[in-house]
C-alpha cells in the first residue's frame, strides 16, 4: 500500500501501535541565511508563480530552505529529492524529500532515512501527516533501530509542521512556524538537522 493511502495520523497510529502526543521540541538553532537566499526569495514570492502546482510549492518554496540548510551538513548528509522508499508492500513510495546519511561508498548509494518531508497537498495537512508518518515508520523499520529519531516535516511552502518518531511514540511540535518569518523556519530546520548529525556521530562512536 502507497504512504498516500494514509489519510490521517490516527490511521497510522492505528495500523502500527504508536502513541501520539504534543510537545514544543524543537531548540531554535541560529542560520546564518545568506543575503542573497533572502533576496531570492522575495523576488520568487513577489514576482513568480509559486503556488500553481504541487511542483511549483516544492520547487519554489520547500526544496531551496531544505538545500540552503543542507549545504552546511553534505559531508555527512544527503538530499534526496522523491527517492523511492521501500519496507514492504503496506510501506511503500516516493516520499518528496529525504535527508539521509551520505554512504562512504559515494553520493548515489542511498542509506539510513531521518528526516521525511511530505507536501500538504491543497492545504490538507492532516492528510499530509498521514502519509509523512507512514514513510516515518518506514524509515525506522528499514534503519533496524528503533532508539533513533526519525524526524518528519509536512508544508505547504508556507506554512512548516514538525514531528518526531522514536521507538513507538510519536510526538508532534506544537507551533508551526511560516516562511514570512524566515529565521524562525530555519532555525527550526536547522534544529533538525544538527540532531540528524548528532545521532549519526553517535552510532560511528559506538
Same mark, same amino acid.
Given at each position: 500500500?502507497s504512504?498516500?493511502?494514509?489519510?490521517?495520523?490516527?490511521a /497510522? $497510529?492505528?495500523?502500527?501501535?504508536?502513541?501520539?502526543?504534543?510537545?514544543?521540541?524543537?531548540?531554535?538553532?541560529?542560520?546564518?541565511?545568506?543575503?542573497y537566499f533572502?533576496?531570492?526569495?522575495?523576488?520568487v514570492?513577489?514576482?513568480?508563480? /509559486? @503556488?500553481?502546482?504541487?511542483?511549483?510549492?516544492?520547487?519554489?518554496l520547500?526544496?531551496?530552505?531544505?538545500?540552503?540548510?543542507?549545504?552546511?551538513?553534505?559531508?555527512?548528509?544527503?538530499?534526496?529529492?522523491?527517492?523511492?522508499?521501500?519496507?514492504?508492500?503496506? $510501506?511503500?513510495?516516493f516520499?518528496?524529500?529525504?535527508?539521509a546519511?551520505?554512504?562512504?561508498?559515494?553520493?548515489?548509494?542511498?542509506?539510513?532515512?531521518?528526516?521525511?518531508?511530505?507536501?500538504?497537498?491543497q492545504?490538507?495537512?492532516?492528510e499530509?501527516?498521514?502519509?509523512?508518518?507512514?514513510?516515518?515508520?518506514?524509515?525506522?523499520?528499514?534503519? *533496524?533501530e528503533?532508539?533513533l529519531?526519525?524526524?518528519?516535516? /509536512?508544508?505547504?511552502?508556507?506554512?512548516?509542521?514538525?514531528g518526531?518518531?522514536?521507538? @513507538? *511514540?510519536f510526538?508532534?511540535?506544537?507551533?508551526?512556524?511560516?516562511?514570512?518569518?524566515?529565521?524562525?523556519?530555519?532555525?527550526? /530546520?536547522?534544529?533538525?538537522?544538527?540532531?540528524?548529525?548528532?545521532? $549519526?556521530?553517535?552510532?560511528?562512536a559506538?
Amino acid at each position: 500500500m502507497s504512504f498516500s493511502n494514509y489519510k490521517s495520523i490516527s490511521a /497510522v $497510529l492505528k495500523e502500527f501501535q504508536i502513541t501520539y502526543t504534543e510537545a514544543d521540541f524543537i531548540i531554535e538553532t541560529p542560520f546564518n541565511i545568506p543575503q542573497y537566499f533572502r533576496e531570492d526569495l522575495q523576488f520568487v514570492m513577489r514576482e513568480g508563480v /509559486v @503556488n500553481n502546482s504541487e511542483f511549483a510549492i516544492c520547487e519554489n518554496l520547500i526544496y531551496p530552505v531544505l538545500k540552503e540548510t543542507w549545504k552546511c551538513y553534505f559531508q555527512k548528509l544527503i538530499l534526496w529529492s522523491h527517492q523511492s522508499l521501500n519496507y514492504d508492500e503496506k $510501506l511503500s513510495g516516493f516520499p518528496e524529500y529525504i535527508i539521509a546519511k551520505r554512504s562512504k561508498l559515494g553520493k548515489v548509494v542511498f542509506e539510513q532515512p531521518y528526516l521525511l518531508l511530505v507536501e500538504a497537498k491543497q492545504d490538507k495537512f492532516e492528510e499530509g501527516w498521514g502519509q509523512c508518518l507512514a514513510e516515518m515508520v518506514a524509515a525506522q523499520r528499514l534503519n *533496524a533501530e528503533p532508539s533513533l529519531i526519525v524526524f518528519g516535516i /509536512v508544508s505547504n511552502g508556507k506554512m512548516w509542521q514538525f514531528g518526531k518518531l522514536q521507538s @513507538n *511514540a510519536f510526538i508532534q511540535h506544537t507551533i508551526p512556524y511560516s516562511i514570512y518569518e524566515l529565521d524562525q523556519l530555519f532555525a527550526a /530546520v536547522n534544529y533538525i538537522f544538527q540532531q540528524c548529525i548528532l545521532q $549519526l556521530d553517535e552510532l560511528v562512536a559506538a
